[in-house]
């Protein structure tokens, strides 16, 4: 796992944001997995910048969401699906066909879940998962316990997490509690695993997903096991790490420097 500190949540979100600029530029007609949020609105504004500039392509990528609450239509204002339209797909232009979201309001969410992690496959699979963390250690909606080797399905949201998103709804309407997520299998199997964490909320999950044991009641943890996770974090998300001189030593400034040998040991001796 590579954790890449940054002085503030704008460098970090800059960071992210110019990452997944990289991978469009690498490959177009890439497959992204994205996230909604509070900490992915700067990232999209900032992508949404870069493809306006002319950076990276915004139209030929397909792109596949975690998780959408059960019972919201894509028009509703607080669906992810609109989340994603009024920060990201709007400003770019994407093809609706490629902008693809679980439908909260499939008659049958459990054949829609089976459904959605079947056009995942179909398309070849993610080569990029843009990933938050919640405040318990969730990923997409996949709560403490869930399986590290779920598929997409429905999950029962925590109290906590109902609360955490409780400020985006209004104050007559109520959260839903179920939403249809992709597995943390299914994160797993994507080529990339890039996740944002800012501000001090989330100090203590980003220090149990990165140091803490592989555990279900850490779902993040299972990053452990991604071949290429890449943690980006601000200094107060990043407050808790224990080693966090460590991270900052061989990423100075949330950099990666190139590999060299050690002074005076240049060449190999024979
Ligand atoms: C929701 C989403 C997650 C997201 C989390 C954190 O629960 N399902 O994908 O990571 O919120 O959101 P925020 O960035 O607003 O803290």
């Known amino acids: 796992?590579?954790?890449?500190?940054?002085?503030?949540?704008?460098?970090?979100?800059?960071?992210?944001?110019?990452?997944?600029?990289?991978?469009?530029?690498?490959?177009?007609d890439a497959v992204l997995g994205l996230a909604t949020g509070g900490t992915m609105e700067p990232v999209y504004a900032a992508l949404a910048a870069?493809?306006?500039?002319?950076?990276?392509?915004?139209?030929?990528?397909?792109?596949?969401?975690?998780?959408?609450?059960?019972?919201?239509?894509?028009?509703?204002?607080?669906?992810?699906?609109?989340?994603?339209n009024r920060h990201l797909f709007d400003a770019i232009g994407l093809p609706a066909a490629q902008a693809r979201l679980p439908r909260g309001d499939a008659p049958d969410p459990a054949e829609e879940a089976r459904r959605y992690e079947?056009?995942?496959?179909?398309?070849?699979?993610?080569?990029?998962?843009?990933?938050?963390?919640?405040?318990?250690?969730?990923?997409?909606?996949n709560e403490p316990t869930s399986s590290l080797a779920s598929r997409t399905r429905i999950k029962t949201l925590t109290r906590g997490t109902v609360e955490a998103n409780r400020r985006f709804f209004g104050p007559d309407e109520q959260v839903p509690s179920l939403a249809i997520t992709i597995g943390i299998g299914t994160i797993l199997e994507s080529r990339e695993a890039l996740l944002l964490a800012t501000g001090g909320a989330k100090a203590e999950a980003v220090a149990a997903m990165v140091e803490g044991p592989l555990s279900a009641a850490c779902p993040a943890s299972a990053l452990q096991m991604h071949p290429r996770a890449t943690v980006i974090c601000d200094e107060e998300a990043a407050a808790r790490l224990q080693l966090r001189d460590y991270y900052e030593t061989v990423h100075p400034g949330g950099t990666e420097p190139a590999i060299t040998a050690p002074k005076g040991l240049e060449r190999t001796r024979t």
């Open 1 to 28: 796992m590579k954790i890449l500190i940054f002085p503030d949540a704008e460098a970090a979100a800059r960071e992210t944001a110019r990452r997944i600029v990289a991978q469009l530029v690498a490959k177009p």
């Open 50 to 84: 870069a493809v306006a500039r002319g950076d990276c392509d915004g139209r030929r990528f397909t792109s596949f969401n975690l998780d959408e609450y059960v019972g919201l239509a894509g028009d509703h204002p607080q669906s992810y699906r609109h989340y994603m």
């Open 118 to 141: 079947a056009e995942i496959a179909a398309e070849g699979g993610i080569d990029l998962q843009l990933l938050g963390i919640g405040n318990n250690g969730h990923i997409g909606f």
